[in-house]
Nanobody, 121 residues
Framework: QVQLVESGGGLVQPGGSLRLSCAAS????????MGWYRQAPGKQRELVAS???????DYADSVKGRFTISRDNAKKMVVLQMNSLKPEDTAVYYC???????????????WGQGTQVTVSS
């Protein structure tokens, strides 16, 4: 069974930094795009950043220049480094990956359990 397990998150003051990690486990044939989404109270889930298996990245305008996404294909991990955090970055952050399991011919969409990030003084 394929799973995404997140770590990191927590409470940080404005201007601070946090690092989120997500590791995929299970019987995996391949992983395509990996990314991070977030959902603040009363708002829709939005894409924060994504990265392809080849290393191409995409960022939401609101985080460009502050957040950096990276991945380790061998370890099946994706990391989101968040710097210069603002109160408006407060949300539950979800790891997402497009994974083809060994037991399937198709790529499926997988989500982590979510981790809370709170930016407050």
């Amino acid at each position: 069974q394929v799973q995404l397990v997140e770590s990191g998150g927590g409470l940080v003051q404005p201007g601070g930094s946090l690092r989120l990690s997500c590791a995929a486990s299970g019987s995996i044939f391949s992983i395509n795009v990996m990314g991070w989404y977030r959902q603040a109270p009363g708002k829709q889930r939005e894409l924060v950043a994504s990265i392809t298996s080849g290393g191409s990245t995409d960022y939401a305008d609101s985080v460009k220049g502050r957040f950096t996404i990276s991945r380790d294909n061998a370890k099946k991990m994706v990391v989101l480094q968040m710097n210069s955090l603002k109160p408006e970055d407060t949300a539950v952050y979800y790891c997402n990956a497009h994974i083809r399991p060994r037991s399937d011919f198709f790529v499926n969409d997988y989500w982590g359990q979510g981790t809370q990030v709170t930016v407050s003084s």
